[in-house]
């Protein structure tokens, strides 16, 4: 079956009972997922309720009630089914809606899962999409939502625009007005909320000598071409402000300084998922930045205010979300900042940080992410941090580079053999994922991940440079 029978099997099951809890994760995915659900149950009539998780685990599990509804898993479950079995829940009882690796306990589990269809870009919001669009095709509206998980999943990072099922969701709610795609835009994060210099200084794919890392040669680089960079009342003008002859000088200015440091241009425009309803100079303007304001409400144990947000909420939730967006950039600069004066103990094919209990653990990716662009980017990075529900056991977030994937990384097959083999559990995708270890397992961890990842380096035979 195909991955829209496989959403519309889903459909059927739950708008056939009279109760459903649906149970997602907090990142920008799962609060997308969980809002497209959550709507369109409502939307059918099917009572239901929400709980959120941060990951799916034996002290999570007790977070699932233990009542009479279906129990739908967003955006988790997939991996995790034996969980769901050793809880003792039946087939009738579960469905799961997932993009992750797909790992059976026995039990068949109805399921829709892009992964499993051989969709590895698209998110499970996307899935979800498929599901609401099944339930009722009216639901076009709720695209929005499906690429705002499917661009904070990191689906549109490697092409520079969403392909596949997740291309066809966004056209579709171009075609119904939700979603304005622009074809060739930068391909740089805040484009609708930064004032240029600084969108390009923090930007580092592609990485731009002179420019990424380096805010005062971006202002100075701008201030060379010529244009107004603030309006009148002395306020920076963000991307969308420019005037198409500025856009089109900058551009070609950024790919000729690309060309004379001897780097591929192939990266410097992507395709760009604007929503035309939302005010301008806001997050909400941006798929991008829209994933990461419900990132960080998930990050600081939020996710019903992003969920809100979703839903519509443009004032209390919204208020409260940039104030958590605030303090959540803030939090991830002085994580940046730590790793950078600290420094990592660098492998052979990886590097790595013990960050100890000074950050909370949901943003150590982030932070391993943003790191890297100003460490050796030809090593993966490794980051540990302790697990505050329970100090035995640690948790690891990895991020590698696009270039790194291109010649056969992958961190979440790399993460989820080396945990297991110590009795811990991993996952995620190719340029980033995560695992929970034993606590007393961490040096043997991270010994063999740096030899899987070499092993990985190996089998394309190019080394780790």
């Not at 990951?55 to 739908?72: C, F, G, I, Y």
């Not at 075609?175 to 994060?189: D, K, Q, S, T």
């Not at 980017?377 to 035995?392: F, N, R, W």
Request: hydrophobic share 40%; glycine share 8%; charged share 25%.
């Amino acid at each position: 079956m195909s991955l829209r029978d496989d959403a519309r099997g889903v459909a059927r099951e739950v708008t056939a009972h009279h109760e459903v809890t649906v149970i997602s994760h907090i990142d920008a995915d799962g609060i997308a997922s969980e809002a497209i659900l959550s709507q369109a149950l409502a939307r059918a009539g099917v009572p239901h309720k929400s709980v959120f998780v941060r990951q799916l685990e034996p002290l999570t599990m007790r977070q699932v009630p233990a009542d009479d509804s279906l129990k739908v898993f967003c955006d988790l479950g997939a991996g995790q089914q034996n969980l769901l079995a050793e809880r003792g829940l039946e087939p009738h009882e579960v469905v799961i809606i997932d993009h992750h690796v797909s790992q059976p306990c026995g039990k068949d589990y109805l399921q829709a899962n892009s992964l499993s269809s051989g969709f590895s870009k698209m998110s499970a919001a996307g899935v979800a999409y498929l599901v609401a669009c099944a339930i009722d095709s009216a639901n076009t509206d709720l695209s929005r939502l499906a690429v705002v998980g499917n661009v904070g999943d990191m689906m549109a990072r490697e092409d520079c625009g969403l392909v596949g099922p997740a291309r066809e969701i966004a056209v579709e709610g171009a075609e119904a007005g939700w979603i304005e795609i622009v074809p060739r835009n930068l391909n740089f994060y805040g484009i609708s909320t930064r004032p240029l210099h600084v969108c390009l200084a923090y930007n580092d794919d592609p990485f731009i000598p002179g420019i990424s890392n380096n805010t005062a040669g971006a202002l100075r680089f701008l201030q060379r071409l010529g244009i107004e960079l603030q309006t009148p009342a002395k306020r920076w003008r963000v991307w969308e402000e420019f005037s198409q002859e500025e856009r089109r000088l900058v551009a070609s200015s950024l790919a000729q300084q690309l060309i004379a440091c001897r780097e591929p241009t192939d990266r410097l425009f992507s395709k760009s998922y604007l929503f035309p309803g939302e005010p301008e100079r806001t997050p909400l303007r941006n798929a991008q930045e829209f994933a990461t304001l419900l990132n960080a409400c998930g990050r600081w144990t939020r996710p019903r205010v992003g969920s809100a947000i979703c839903r519509g909420d443009r004032g209390e939730a919204f208020r409260e979300a940039e104030h958590m967006l605030s303090n959540h950039r803030a939090v991830i600069r002085e994580l940046l900042e730590y790793i950078l004066d600290t420094g990592v103990r660098e492998l052979s094919h990886i590097q790595y940080i013990h960050v100890g209990d000074r950050f909370p653990d949901t943003i150590v990716g982030i932070g391993a992410g943003m790191a890297l662009s100003r460490l050796n980017m030809d090593k993966p990075i490794l980051v540990m941090v302790v697990q505050p529900e329970d100090t035995s056991l640690t948790k690891v977030s990895m991020r590698t580079t696009e270039r790194a994937v291109s010649r056969g990384i992958d961190l979440q097959q790399a993460l989820m053999v080396a945990s297991s083999e110590i009795g811990g559990a991993g996952g995620g995708h190719r340029i980033a994922a995560g695992a929970s270890i034993p606590r007393e397992s961490e040096v043997q961890f991270v010994e063999r991940v740096n030899q899987l990842i070499g092993e990985q380096f190996a089998r394309t035979g190019q080394g780790n440079c």
